[in-house]
């Protein structure tokens, strides 16, 4: 397993407005050859367009053309756009905008709210002092989202306490937005269950309770753009990624063993699944490799609703799925925080996290 080093040498804290101008890239941040992205954009994957309202609505042709839809690209790469979703396009609009008003703060107001070693919350400029090699070219804002309703301010009072008073109404918007995205990924869920031949609630109510992280992504530009990565390969850990990415375009999927594009549209989500309901799905559906490139002109923004369970929920198959004996048990239960614990303490998030883990907690388990 990789061993997570805390950088042996000072890096220049990735102030975007220092290395956006630089011409040598700090060795940190360039990936391997074998990683690195090609020096064109790869062709556009053509990902299946999912009209959820109509699904929603009920109306049979929706639900049949929805649900194969799904069905097809959930088993193959776990990618798919969601249109007619339903989130307020005044809200979508703000919440990018309050994105530009974080990131383009001075450095020493975006360290107020600087993540904490092994917390997967705060912001993060490249992620420097976690890893040793392969930065990502990057700076991140994580915060959490609970779905309890005990817990309808958790976003606002997280912002009050970390950046004070005058992000109140920066809060607000973002409590807004994470509570649009939580509806949404649980209907969503509903698209999943039908399109998996399970009852159509059963993932709905198991992740009605969600406590999902909300994270920004803020690519700034960089003059060697063929020599990093905004976000490595991997595969998302969480359960479902709900992603808006502005006009910049930058997102990348590996099918087939090759790259493909996926061309930016405001009218649309991309929906992936993840490692934790690959292995709710029994291993039917695919959590799949992906990552972000970026470019030489221009700074490049995505907003990232990952999906979780209740911390404490147990990462179990319906009966459904395991009815056959030929469809054994791809995955050992597990718990989310476990898993979440296990990215932010041991290992980083790669296209093989999932695998990994299981092994570290068989071992875990023998002792
Ligand atoms: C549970 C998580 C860990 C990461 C944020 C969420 C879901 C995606 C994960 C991540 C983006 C995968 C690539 C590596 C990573 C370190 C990153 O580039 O940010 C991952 C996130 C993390 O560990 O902070
Ligand atoms: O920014 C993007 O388009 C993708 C980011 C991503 O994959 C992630 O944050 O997990
Ligand atoms: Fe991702």
């Known amino acids: 397993m990789q061993a997570l080093l805390t950088v042996p040498t000072p890096v220049p804290e990735f102030n975007t407005s220092i ?6 890239i700090p060795t940190q941040f360039i990936w391997p050859d074998d990683e690195k992205p090609g020096s064109q954009t790869p062709p556009e994957l053509q990902v299946p367009p999912i009209d959820l309202g109509g699904f929603l609505s009920g109306d049979p042709v929706a639900v049949s053309n929805s649900t194969r839809l799904a069905n097809e690209a959930c088993k193959k790469h776990g990618f798919f756009l969601v249109f007619n ?5 005044k809200l979508l609009a703000k919440a990018h905008e309050a994105m530009d008003v974080f ?3 001075p450095f020493s107001q975006k360290q107020r709210a600087l993540r904490k070693q092994g917390d997967h919350c705060g912001y993060a400029s490249s992620f420097v002092g976690r890893f040793a090699t392969k930065l990502p070219w990057k700076e991140t804002l994580s915060f959490p989202y609970s779905a309890d309703h005990k817990s309808s301010n958790m976003v606002e009072d997280y912002f009050f306490n970390k950046m004070g008073s005058e992000f109140q109404e920066f809060g607000k918007v973002y409590q807004e937005y994470c509570k649009a995205m939580s509806n ?5 869920m509903e698209l999943l269950g039908m399109s998996l031949g399970v009852e159509r609630s059963h993932f709905r109510d198991f992740f009605e309770e969600n406590e999902s992280i909300m994270r920004l992504n803020y690519y700034p530009p960089c003059l060697k753009p063929d020599l990093t990565l905004g976000t490595g390969p991997h595969c998302d850990p969480t359960s479902l990624t709900i ?3 502005d006009h910049v375009g930058g997102l990348e999927v590996f099918v087939d063993q090759k790259w493909y594009s996926i061309r930016p549209n405001s009218e649309a989500f ?3 699944i993840g490692d934790t309901f690959m292995a709710l799905s029994n291993g039917i559906y695919k959590s799949c490799l992906h990552r972000a490139v970026v470019n030489s002109e221009t700074p490049r923004k995505s907003l990232a609703f990952f999906l979780c369970p209740r911390g404490d929920k147990v990462i179990s198959p319906p009966n459904e799925l395991m009815e056959d004996l030929k469809s054994l048990r791809v995955y050992p239960d597990f718990t989310w925080q476990l898993f979440l614990e296990f990215t932010q303490k041991h290992y980083r998030a790669d296209m093989k996290t999932l695998d990994t883990f299981t092994k570290w907690l068989q071992n875990r388990r023998e002792q």
């Open 270 to 272: 991309v929906v992936n």
């Open 19 to 24: 290395l956006k101008h630089e011409h040598n």
């Open 103 to 105: 990131f383009e703060q």
């Open 184 to 188: 949404l990924s649980l209907g969503i």
């Open 243 to 245: 992603l808006h990415q």
């Open 85 to 89: 979703h339903g989130v307020d396009s």
